[in-house]
């Protein structure tokens, strides 16, 4: 199997970055209207916008505990994501190892050069070699499709809106003016809206970009049935994980190969990955064209 490019990721990639400017200028012309002053939202918008693109790495691996390793410690799962690399024409990623129950892995980074690639001590534990190494792969694919900056820097929308939406009582407790209240609830429905609308084009985005990784994957590894096994167990152990140890990493689900759900938060109703069954079904199409039939 050979490595094509994804146009279909491409396009959706454009096209998503493309809705949620137009979301967001419309978001930032009306908190203007309403008193807001532009050049303070201008400012904190492209301040945020520089955090996540310098150090959204950084901030995911902080958030999930992961712990960069050197190759003394790791030999083998070093040999293993420096081999995949090559395969993808890519420079080695940093290597991380965060310690959780979670069995999972993810890669984040700005670009392939400023990629990380990190899996959990419990995967390294659960999965055999050929199951790790399609695992990896999916992840090496990632930083391929360059799909991480994307997804991170357009999920900066949708964080402003919540940030809003959960000070917006402060935010009225500083303004004295009690005129202003029909404003501060207009402000505060307008961020629900931008809210919701950005989150689910992230999301339909992010579910896209698993099943691109998922291709990539095969095609480096020449081997769908192993990743097959690899979620399958994955996804059989999530529901053995206590829910307080999935809660913990829930913030970085829209990273993980499978998503952590607790089952306690509304982040199941946006779902960051498509159904284990959709994607199982998509690699054994990609198995049956490996086999020729």
Do not use: C
Not at 83 to 109: E, H, W, Y
Not at 229 to 256: C, T, W
């Amino acid at each position: 199997m050979k490595w094509t490019r994804d146009l279909g990721l491409t396009m959706r990639m454009l096209l998503t970055s493309f809705l949620l400017l137009i979301v967001y200028l419309i978001f930032l012309g009306i908190l203007a209207a309403l008193g807001f002053s532009f050049g303070f939202l201008l400012f904190a918008a492209a301040a945020m916008a520089f955090i996540q693109y310098f150090f959204s790495d950084k901030l995911v691996l902080w958030s999930t505990g992961t712990r960069i390793v050197g190759e003394d410690e790791y030999p083998e799962l070093h040999r293993m994501i420096e081999r995949l690399a090559a395969r993808a024409d890519l420079p080695k990623p940093t290597v991380g190892v965060m310690p959780s129950p979670v069995p999972n892995a993810f890669a984040t980074g700005r670009s392939p050069r400023h990629a990380v690639v990190a899996v959990t001590d419990s995967i390294m534990r659960m999965l055999t070699p050929e199951e790790l190494e399609a695992v990896i792969a999916h992840e090496i694919s990632h930083v391929k499709n360059r799909d991480m900056l994307t997804l991170t820097m357009a999920s900066f929308i949708s964080m402003l809106a919540f940030l809003i939406m959960r000070n917006w009582i402060f935010i009225g407790l500083f303004n004295n003016r009690d005129n202003n209240m029909g404003a501060l609830i207009l402000v505060y429905i307008v961020s629900i809206i931008v809210w919701v609308v950005s989150t689910l084009l992230t999301r339909a985005l992010s579910r896209y970009r698993e099943f691109a990784a998922d291709r990539g994957s095969a095609y480096l590894t020449d081997n769908p049935r192993a990743l097959i096994s690899a979620l399958q167990k994955i996804s059989g152990r999530m529901d053995y994980v206590p829910a307080e140890k999935k809660q913990e990493v829930e913030g970085a689900n829209a990273f993980f190969i499978i998503p952590a759900l607790s089952g306690n938060t509304l982040m199941e109703l946006f779902s960051t990955h498509p159904s284990l069954e959709k994607r199982v079904a998509a690699l054994e199409d990609l198995e049956a064209q490996r086999r020729g039939y």
